[in-house]
């Protein structure tokens, strides 16, 4: 992948599908900002020329965001309502379906919006623009209901449904970012869906907050916590010249607990660690007990040196405390989340954390789509990393002559 210029110069020569504008929800308003931001200072920074042709008269803005307001009846009823035209406009629709700090009233109780609310808004504000957009794109980073992705038993299987609402109200192009199971593509075959990853991201945050960091296979071993997050931990272990290692998770079948059945233990595949500095690369960090005893694995039994947890989508839903108690234990150094879903404020001030910041990266897909350009060079960050990894190593390697 080219260096976002470099990407973003490539755009010079293209027409957009339309003018733009961005639909923040209430969940994401935050990231919405920051993003819109970062479009307009691509435009005023690369494209300037093109900004100031008579055809692009709406093409630079100081924002492109535009609001669309959600209220509740007293019952607790939605309704939304459209505050600017839309019509023609390149729409993209940003929504947060874990931010449960979104609130409303019903029945004169504070009610806290869970992802099933969130749901109902996004379809609310698409039925408001009415058809009478351009083209209609949601972004929604963590995919609801994305661990219900494939049957086992008599259930539902609710992501699927999601997806099927949401073209068949006219949405063209859904946008998410490290999916559970990427497969649940397969419920659209026809329909575009695209699942964007961050291995970048958690390598710039670790080069930028980790002191004498050795990426290469003598000094870290990238881990899977389990099966299921093999496959973008093998990739990212191949691109950087790591080692990798897996754990699985060994559960009792006989009973169900909470929704699933319990682990029994963590057993671990893979190679010896004692010394090397050990990331642990998964999609989500729900309550965090699992990833946490995978952590003290590493660091206890197997004698790791230094232990990073990289995952996309910090949840948190038990609160910070077990973090606390672990990072005082010394049973991890390093915590790297991205900022694609809400984050505690707390958390924040955590010694242990970093932020892989995506707002930028959100930016540059926007920009592409609405040009309607190829994303190819997004979707696999294998020469960025490589190009990182290089800048990385000839300042290092800078540092050491110069102390010399």
Known sequence: MASDSSLLKKLDRSMPVAPLAIVALPSAAALGE?????????????????????YHDSYYQDSYLLNVDLERFPSGEGHAFQEESLRGRDVFILVDVTNYTVTYRMNGFINHMSPDDHFQDLKRVIAAIQGRARRVTVIMPFLYEGRQHHRTGRESLDAAIMLRELFDLGVDNFITFDAHD???????PLDNFDNFVSPYQFLHALLDTVDDLAVDKDHIVVI?????????????????????????????YSKIVGGKNPIVAHEFLGTDLTGRDAIVIDDMISSGGSMLDTSRQLKFHMHANRVFICTTFGLFT???????????????????????????????????????????FMATIID????????????????KICELLAEYNRMEKKALQGGS
């Open 224 to 252: 899977s916590p389990d099966e299921g997050a093999l496959d973008r931990t093998v990739y990212f272990a191949n691109v950087i010249g790591a080692d990798t290692g897996m754990f699985y998770k060994r559960r009792d």
């Open 182 to 188: 990427p497969r649940i593509a397969s419920i659209a």
């Open 34 to 54: 920051k993003v819109s931001r970062y479009i307009s200072s691509f435009r005023r920074e690369y494209r300037q020329e093109v900004a100031e042709a008579p």
């Open 318 to 360: 038990d609160g910070l405390e077990a973090f606390d108690r672990a990072y005082e234990e010394g049973a991890f150094d390093k915590l790297v989340t991205t900022n694609l879903t809400h984050l505690p404020d707390e958390l924040y001030e955590k010694p242990y954390f970093a932020e892989a910041d995506m707002s930028r």
């Open 368 to 383: 592409y789509f609405n040009h309607d350009a190829s994303i190819s060079g997004m979707m696999v960050a294998t020469e």
